[in-house]
C-alpha cells in the first residue's frame, strides 16, 4: 500500500493510538512469561509457518523495493550487488526468486525452512 496506507495519516495513527492506550489495550497488565514466547515461536515455525515455502513478498527486505533495468530488487544491498557485481563484470543472471529455485533445508534446531537465492549466474559474458 506504501504512500496510499490509510494509517500513514498522522489524525488516523493519533486516533487508534488514543483508542489502544493503557487500559484500553488487549494486552494491558498482562505479562507474557518466556514460556508462552517459546511456545508462540515453536508454533509458527518450519511448516506451520504460513510463509513456509513461499519466496519472500515483493517489497520485503531492508524497508525498499523498486525495479532497475526490469528487474525486481527486494533491497538495496541486492540492487548494490547487482550493479557492482554482476553489472559492472557482466556477468548474466537471471533471478532466483522462482519455485524452481527453490532449496529445503532443516536450520541448527531442526526445523524446516526454505531458501531462495537472489540470483542464478547463468553464464559470463
Excluded at 4 to 15: C, F, V
Excluded at 50 to 67: E, L, R, T, V
Excluded at 83 to 110: H, L, P, V, W
Amino acid at each position: 500500500m506504501g504512500e496510499n496506507n490509510p494509517m500513514k495519516r498522522a489524525e488516523l495513527k493519533a486516533y487508534f493510538s488514543k483508542l489502544f492506550t493503557g487500559p484500553r489495550n488487549p494486552m494491558y497488565g498482562k505479562i507474557v512469561i518466556a514460556e508462552t514466547r517459546r511456545k508462540l515461536s515453536a508454533h509458527s515455525k518450519g511448516k506451520n509457518n504460513p510463509m513456509y515455502g513461499k519466496p519472500s513478498p515483493q517489497g520485503a527486505g531492508n524497508g525498499w523495493a523498486s525495479w532497475y533495468k526490469g528487474k525486481h530488487f527486494r533491497s538495496l544491498r541486492e540492487l548494490q550487488y547487482y550493479i557492482t557485481e554482476i553489472e559492472a563484470n557482466n556477468i548474466s543472471c537471471e533471478s532466483g526468486q522462482r519455485k524452481k529455485f527453490r532449496s529445503r533445508y532443516k536450520n541448527y534446531d531442526g526445523t524446516d525452512r526454505t531458501y531462495c537465492p537472489d540470483f542464478l549466474l547463468t553464464k559470463n559474458i
